[in-house]
């Protein structure tokens, strides 16, 4: 693996598509071939895990409110690309909730698909179980358009929290052996909400509810976090769901990576905002295992994002 002069990209200056890779500000503490063999992990007190990111893009005739893994549906404030993707992600959760102006959102988004006098129509194609929050951008017309076909709808005025902490207590509440949550969600609008709601996963998963999955399905990407430990990561490019590109991200604090499966894999790497920093890697196997010593922000591409 080549030393790079400027930008600490990974190989020959003149590959422009590694250009990210290694985004970092010591160039003198690049891995050297014999660093990123994988013959040995870092230790860690995490356990081993196994996770499929691909689980909830898969398409899925009928929503099953019986599957043995429960899933629930939070789909936030942001706007939604297509139809495809959000049904896809509905039809595999048990309970799906819309936060205050994410019913604006999913309103907008199915009476776009139907004529107009066909509202009723749509709304009732996917229907949510519940739209909570403090309702402060929640409109007049889309509640009152949920309320006429049974959508229930509940206001909790709580300014310490957000509506999509609210949505959360909600969800445990209403399906107590939820396993995992699905977050329809943005971090391409506002900074400032695109970094809080980053950090309310952390806070979710990590303080509040560690034995519950979150995933984050944002524009284009399937996020979530990685505990101390090793995962091992489900990659089926041949499944057309997602592309190889991937990022490990420590936002939570400084952490040591160890990776397999990866163009570019590291073995006991430290890795922290303002130094050395995994983005724009590739995928070239059917699994990669992930040893870290600290949570990390995993992301891989979806494939066909820009379709929804």
């Known amino acids: 693996m080549d030393v790079p002069v400027m930008h600490a990209r990974a190989g020959p200056l003149h590959s422009s598509r ?45 929503r099953n409110c019986d599957a043995k893994r429960k899933a629930a549906l939070i789909v936030l404030n942001c706007p939604i690309k297509g139809p495809l993707h959000l049904e896809r992600l509905y039809n595999h959760a048990s309970f799906c909730i819309c936060a205050d102006g994410g019913a604006n959102r999913l309103h907008d988004l199915l009476t776009s698909q139907y004529e107009p006098s066909d509202w009723m129509k749509a709304l009732r194609s996917l229907p949510p179980d519940l739209i909570h929050g403090d309702l402060d951008s929640l409109h007049d017309t889309v509640r009152q358009r949920y309320e006429q076909i049974g959508v229930e709808v509940s206001q909790d005025g709580d300014q310490y929290s957000t509506d999509f902490g609210k949505c959360i207590k909600k969800v445990v509440e209403r399906l107590p052996d939820v396993r995992d949550v699905l977050v329809l969600g943005s971090i391409g609008g506002r900074v400032d909400q695109g970094i809080g709601l980053l950090h309310e996963l952390y806070r979710e998963q990590v303080h509040r509810h560690p034995d519950v999955r979150f995933w984050l399905f944002s524009e284009a990407s399937v996020s979530t976090l990685l505990s101390p430990g090793t995962t091992t990561i489900s990659t089926p490019l041949e499944s057309g769901l997602i592309t190889p590109n991937i990022g490990i991200l420590p936002l939570y604090g400084p952490a040591v990576l160890t990776t397999k499966g990866l163009e570019w894999d590291v073995e006991d ?40």
């Open 18 to 62: 590694r250009e990210a890779f290694w985004s970092r500000s010591d160039l003198h503490s690049h891995p050297t071939t014999s660093q990123c063999s994988m013959d040995h992990h870092l230790a860690t007190n995490g356990s081993s895990v196994e996770l499929r990111p691909t689980q909830y893009l898969e398409r899925k005739a009928h």
């Open 269 to 308: 790497w430290e890795s922290e905002m303002g130094g050395q920093v995994s983005t724009s890697n590739h995928i070239v196997a059917e699994r990669i295992i992930v040893t870290t010593d600290k949570e990390v922000l995993f992301t891989v591409e979806r494939a066909g994002a820009a379709e929804g």
